[in-house]
């Protein structure tokens, strides 16, 4: 199993930039494709986008794409998301999912799950 914990959650402007971080533990990093999702209030958690085991393919979703960039660093057991021109409606709770297989973008495809971190974007 492995343990996720996220960090680098904050209150940002519109037009800001912020970079999450995930760090694993548990087991062998590299064994898991990793996503982000995130949480509004009131709303369903959404999937942001995902990266392959070494960090050769990604996808995100048309909400972010263009915006958000993730990485990984397996040495590290760390995965990254990068936030460039954040807007008020990417205010959300921002989770990291790990699962060692490559599935869809819902959230039951991922096995495993940090606690959270909270992303306020102000106007």
């Known amino acids: 199993q492995v343990q996720l914990v996220e960090s680098g959650g904050g209150l940002v402007h519109a037009g800001d930039s912020l970079r999450l971080s995930c760090a694993g533990s548990g087991e062998t990093f590299s064994r898991y494709v990793m996503a982000w999702f995130r949480q509004a209030p009131g709303k369903e958690r959404e999937f942001v986008g995902r990266i392959s085991w070494i960090g050769r393919s990604t996808s995100y979703a048309d909400s972010v794409k263009g915006r958000f960039t993730i990485s990984r660093d397996n040495a590290k057991n760390t995965v990254y998301l990068q936030m460039n021109s954040l807007k008020p409606e990417d205010t959300a709770v921002y989770y990291c999912?790990?699962?060692?297989?490559?599935?869809?973008?819902?959230?039951?495809?991922?096995?495993?799950w940090g606690q959270g971190t909270q992303v306020t974007v102000s106007s």
């Open positions: 999912a790990a699962d060692r297989n490559l599935l869809g973008v819902g959230d039951t495809d991922y096995g495993y």
